[in-house]
């Protein structure tokens, strides 16, 4: 069965710190893998990787694919209150999503 | 620009009764994803259209749950004779025909099954 496994499933942290996010998976028929951001509403669309080792930066996130380990990680650089959210992990099988459980940032000033 | 559309935004049912889900995706996308997130879980998919095509349901519990995307208009997610178990966040995503183009989502409806 496929499965996107996300770590840690929450992480407190203080504004300016750096924090990274973990998602690895098992899922057949891959096409990419897919970050998102979930402030209580709609996942918003931060980052698509395709290819292994090619990072995409995006302001103070960026984020990395290694096919061959089956894992991603997204980083985000001097955090702020307002990175405070669930982040989602998502791994494109032949159109399908298969989600992570997401990660709790808090953030605190 | 608009977005993906969803309504309504909450929906309140009593058990038994139909509930009927909209979704309108991005301008220019051709291809609908239904996902369901129950608390404190993460989303899960449900199934997959193009117009008036069903691509891929293996998500969608095989009674009560069904889904269409006519050639005009929005998609409809439909559920009837809700449980409390159905009680939920239903969430609809599009994206272009593209291989390899990102899912973009609605604002989602949340159902709650009194």
């Known amino acids: 069965e496929d499965k996107v496994v996300q770590s840690p499933l929450s992480l407190v942290v203080h504004e300016g710190d750096t924090v990274t996010l973990n998602c690895s998976y098992e899922?057949?028929?891959?096409?990419?893998l897919l970050w998102y951001k979930q402030e209580k509403k709609a996942p918003t669309f931060l980052f698509m990787l395709t290819s292994s080792g090619i990072e995409k930066k995006s302001g103070r996130l960026s984020s990395i694919l290694d096919k061959k380990e089956l894992f991603s990680i997204l980083n985000i650089t001097a955090t702020q209150t307002g990175d405070s959210a669930v982040y989602l992990c998502a791994v494109d099988g032949k159109g399908k999503l298969v989600f992570g459980k997401g990660m709790k940032l808090t953030v605190n000033p | 620009n608009a977005g993906v559309m969803q309504n309504p935004r909450h929906l309140v049912r009593r058990r038994g009764q139909e509930a009927r889900l909209r979704c309108s995706p991005m301008k220019g996308h051709s291809h609908v994803y239904w996902y369901r997130q129950l608390p404190e879980e993460g989303l899960k998919f449900m199934v997959y259209l193009q117009k008036e095509n069903i691509i891929d349901e293996s998500g969608m519990p095989k009674e009560r749950f069904s889904a269409e995307f006519p050639k005009e208009g929005p998609s409809i997610l439909r559920i009837q004779q809700v449980v409390r178990g159905d009680s939920a966040a239903y969430f609809c995503?599009?994206?272009?025909?593209?291989?390899?183009?990102?899912?973009?989502f609605g604002p989602g409806t949340r159902l709650t099954v009194l």
């Open positions: 995503a599009s994206s272009s025909h593209l291989e390899y183009d990102e899912q973009f």
């Open positions: 899922v057949t028929n891959f096409r990419s």
